[in-house]
């Protein structure tokens, strides 16, 4: 059976076809997720009347321009909230497996301990009200599966974080970063391995959809230590989120606790700085060939 990731060239769509060749992704072309229920539900059933019906989907598509969401709510609501509900409302008439994918910001970033799942969610800003919304309406198609809540996610090729910062630095551009918001880089290729083995247990074991938060382990760390971490020569000036306004704010705090990830799947992401290492000996790899 072949399994679909709605998503080709996103970064966690882009590890899951490295991890697993044999998936069938979909891109935006394929499936366009801006567009209404009905037409998304004949979408997919074109493509499993072409393709066959998969065990499972995974949804690694969204709206992710945290600051474009501010002034694109609908747009950032039709793909992050509608497109979800309706994919879960398909694969809950036929009995798929769907993995969702969501985000620390649902939280408002006043916690000072690591978040649960079951914490009360209450998002700062218009992109994570759109994953929330999401995540309700998976929720309520009663399908079967798991949203995975996850955090700061990279990879070597970006367009990410750690892709901005090594190219700030050749630039030769100050580096000031803010120290005020804590939370925990999670490597788009850790997080694909997670999904994998939550999309395999649930395919032999079907369960109704819950959400667990999947991020690396490791202390917590700010951007700033994080920017540190990715360029430990480098001189980087932390600064306060006051001092580096954006368009939408950000919660200051959105650790997340994966115990009950750990506990349900037997699977802890290694710890991030581990994850980083990797990544950045991955870059060197790749400019020396
Ligand atoms: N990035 C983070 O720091 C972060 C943090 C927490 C949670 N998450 C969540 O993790 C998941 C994966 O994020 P990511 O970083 O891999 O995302 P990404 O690299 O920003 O990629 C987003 C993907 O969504 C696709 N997409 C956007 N609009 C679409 C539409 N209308 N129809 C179909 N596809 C569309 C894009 O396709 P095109 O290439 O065609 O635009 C792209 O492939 C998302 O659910 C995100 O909310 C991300």
New binding site residues.
């Given amino acids: 059976m072949r399994n679909w990731v709605?998503?080709?060239?996103?970064?966690?769509?882009?590890?899951l076809s490295a991890a697993r060749p044999g998936l069938l992704t979909?891109?935006?072309?394929r499936?366009?997720?801006?567009?209404a229920p009905e037409i998304i539900a004949q979408r997919l059933d074109d493509l499993a009347g072409r393709h066959s019906r998969p065990d499972a989907i995974i949804?690694?598509?969204?709206?992710?321009?945290v600051d474009g969401a501010q002034s694109s709510p609908d747009?950032a609501n039709?793909?992050?909230a509608r497109?979800p509900g309706a994919i879960a409302t398909w694969c809950a008439a036929r009995d798929i497996i769907l993995i969702?994918?969501?985000?620390?910001?649902v939280f408002d970033g006043k916690a000072s301990a690591p978040c649960r799942a079951d914490d009360p969610p209450a998002p700062v800003n218009q992109?994570g009200q759109s994953?929330l919304d999401g995540e309700r309406a998976v929720m309520a198609s009663k399908c079967r599966g798991a949203i995975l809540?996850?955090?700061?996610?990279?990879d070597a090729a970006g367009?990410?974080?750690l892709t901005a910062m090594i190219a700030q630095d050749a630039a030769g551009n100050p580096l000031r970063v803010v120290n005020d918001q804590i939370g925990r880089p999670?490597y788009?290729g850790d997080?694909a391995d997670a999904a994998l083995t939550a999309m395999d247990a649930l395919i032999d074991a079907p369960k109704p959809c819950k959400i667990y938060h999947v991020t690396n382990s490791g202390a917590p760390v700010s951007w700033a230590g994080f920017a540190a971490a990715i360029l430990p020569t480098a001189r980087i000036t932390g600064v306060a989120s006051s001092d580096r306004p954006r368009t939408a704010p950000r919660p200051a705090y959105s650790v997340l606790d994966i115990s009950d990830f750990e506990r349900d799947f037997g699977v802890t992401l290694r710890g991030w700085k581990d994850a980083l290492d990797f990544v950045l000996k991955q870059r060197r790899a790749q400019h020396e060939t």
């Avoid at 949804?59 to 321009?65: E, M, N, P, V």
């Avoid at 969702?100 to 910001?105: C, K, L, N, P, R």
């Fill in positions: 709605i998503g080709e060239t996103g970064q966690l769509a882009r590890a979909l891109s935006r072309a499936l366009d997720l801006s567009q949804l690694a598509a969204a709206y992710t321009d747009l039709a793909i992050n497109a969702h994918i969501s985000t620390d910001y992109y994953k809540r996850t955090a700061w996610l990279y367009p990410n974080f999670t788009a997080l």
